[in-house]
């Protein structure tokens, strides 16, 4: 996958789980904390929401990486390019 | 082989079962009653639906909100904020002789109405709005430090507080006399700082967006299958045999039938262990009227009430029901969308504490006949609190302990279960967790939140 498709990968699975939130203006480079008040129990939402879609597997001591959409594109490009879109 | 198997189709156990079947576990709820919900369930008599335990849906927060309670179960589901259709509340109140406190889903209304009738006490009440915005969730010492304690220090007024209790105590204290300041403070936030809903249809509308949702991913709810015995090995939790001698095997085991009872699956029965379970039951009388209750001037949602200064709260001991304090519901009294219009028939539900060994002893004609003595009686003394509705009553029932405990399972039909809670969920044995009422969250959302929270931490963490 591309990052442009990782991206929209993200996208799909915190749509899913914000499902009331209007996600078009999410800026890329502001915290998922901040922009969507996302707490503990979501970010692990998104790393098992990946397992489950891609079987990536993220380590406990990376979580900080998927602070923003930013960083989360950027930490999974290289775990990803070998997924099909 | 189950990866998780989860007894009791309530709120808590149908959350923990979407959330597991979400991510591909394959999980079986073992309900032993004929219909879902536990205590928040409903029957139908007469040709009308009836609603069990549900007066209003708590921790109410506005579409668009992102933090608090409500919306982060919905997150947790996947649900839209619309999916519970959830309509506020008009206004409710706290009414003690000569003295009535009127609040709503605003805050501020609380606040003017104490500046009213206890104007010395205004600081007071923001110094404990303080407190309860700072208070942290599932710390075990902090939680069971005595409420009455910690109000007592901080109003002058000992009427005040008897009425700050009561609501809080009615809508999810299963100790008697006084609370845990950790419930306190969580029944505070979602009664008086969130607020009160309800689905035009009812609790009805919720149970089934969950069961649809859960049956969708592949969960498997079987009716009619009481859990007889959890099975262990070497201190672990290994399956469940069912009451007709049937075997399931389980990787986990969620119990939401409550502690003690939990612990007699594991343990067989021993009357050492019945002391623990909680006191405390309802009975609610509930008329079905020719008209909508403003109809005949009555508009509040909730109404809170007791007879004198002093709120006791405690099981019935002389008689089978303890009528000086009450709860008046009406259903009708939300604000339901114009696309909804009115309820089709008025509704006055008015509960009342109950003894629930007085009313498990009865025979079927004594059972029949103390149901239309107290139900008199409880009427009798809430129309002291609203307009005197009896002449356009059409049609009524009543339900008891012996109901909660039909519905819930739970020792004494203690509606908020045991009085001692386990804020983690953990038992004696691996694998077995609990989850519901006796892990600490009530209300609606409360043990929606309790089957998530149980099963992330035990049968989802990577």
């Known amino acids: 996958m591309t990052p442009g498709e990782i991206r929209t990968a993200v996208l799909d699975i915190l749509e899913g789980i914000a499902q009331d939130d209007d996600l078009g203006q999410l800026d890329d480079s502001v915290a998922f904390r901040e922009q969507l008040e996302l707490d503990s129990m979501d970010f692990l939402d998104i790393v098992m929401e990946l397992r489950k879609r891609y079987r990536v597997q993220i380590p406990e001591e990376d979580y900080p990486k998927l602070e923003s959409m930013g960083s989360t594109v950027e930490y999974l490009t290289p775990l990803m390019a070998d997924i099909s879109a | 082989m189950y990866d998780t198997i989860i007894i009791g189709a309530g709120m808590s156990g149908l959350a923990a079962g979407i959330r597991l079947a979400y991510y591909d576990q394959k999980v079986c709820i073992l309900e032993r009653h004929t219909t879902i919900g536990g205590l928040n369930s409903f029957y139908r008599l007469n040709g009308r639906d009836y609603d069990v335990g549900l007066h209003a849906v708590t921790n109410f927060t506005p579409k668009g909100t992102k933090k608090g309670p409500l919306a982060r179960l919905l997150r947790q589901l996947r649900f839209k904020w619309d999916d519970f259709s959830l309509s506020e509340q008009v206004e409710s109140s706290i009414a003690f002789p000569g003295v009535n406190l009127k609040f709503s889903n605003e805050m501020d209304l609380l606040r003017s109405e104490i500046a009213s009738c206890f104007p010395d006490q205004v600081d007071p009440f ?186 006791h709260w405690r099981r019935p001991v002389d008689e089978m029901c303890d009528v000086r304090t009450g709860v008046i519901c009406s259903p009708n009294n939300f604000r339901y969308s114009p696309d909804d219009g009115d309820l089709a028939d008025g509704v006055i539900r008015i509960t009342a504490l109950a003894d629930y060994h007085r009313w498990g002893n009865l025979d079927e004609d004594d059972y029949r006949l103390a149901k239309i003595k107290w139900s008199d009686q409880v009427t009798a003394a809430a129309i002291k609190f609203m307009p005197d509705y009896r002449r356009f009553v059409i049609d009524s029932d009543m339900f008891t302990p012996n109901t909660i405990r039909r519905f819930t399972w739970h020792d004494n039909g203690a509606v908020y279960g045991a009085p001692e809670k386990i804020l983690d969920g953990s038992t004696d044995w691996q694998n077995l967790y609990l989850c519901g009422t006796d892990q600490g969250y009530v209300g609606i959302v409360g043990s929606i939140m309790s089957g998530l929270t149980i099963a992330n931490r035990y049968c989802l963490a990577p």
């Not at chain 2, 303080?130 to 010492?141: A, S």
């Not at chain 2, 006084?178 to 309800?198: H, P, T, V, Y």
């Not at chain 2, 149970?207 to 007889?228: A, C, M």
């Not at chain 2, 119990?255 to 609610?284: H, P, W």
């Open chain 2, 126 to 311: 923001e110094r404990l709005l303080g407190k309860i915005v700072e208070y942290d969730d599932l710390n075990q010492e902090i939680y069971e430090q005595s409420t009455r304690e910690v109000l007592d220090e901080i109003f002058t007024e000992p009427l005040l507080v008897e009425m700050l209790l009561c609501p809080l105590m009615w809508y999810g204290n299963a100790r008697e006399d006084d609370m845990d300041f950790g419930q306190f403070c969580i029944m505070f936030r979602s009664i008086f700082l969130e607020g009160f809903a309800r689905p035009f249809k009812g609790v009805r509308l919720i149970l089934k967006n969950l069961v649809r949702r859960f049956r969708s991913l592949g969960g498997e709810l079987l009716l009619r299958k009481g859990v007889s015995q959890i099975k262990l090995d070497e201190g672990r939790a290994v399956g469940v045999v069912l009451d007709n001698g049937d075997e399931i095997e389980g990787r986990n085991i969620l119990s939401s039938v409550g502690r003690v009872e939990t612990d007699r699956l594991c343990l067989g029965s021993g009357a050492s262990q019945v002391a623990k379970a909680g006191q405390l039951s309802f009975v609610e009388t509930i008329s079905i009227l020719d008209r909508q209750p403003r109809d005949l001037g009555h508009e509040q949602t909730i109404v809170f009430y007791n007879d004198s200064n002093k709120f």
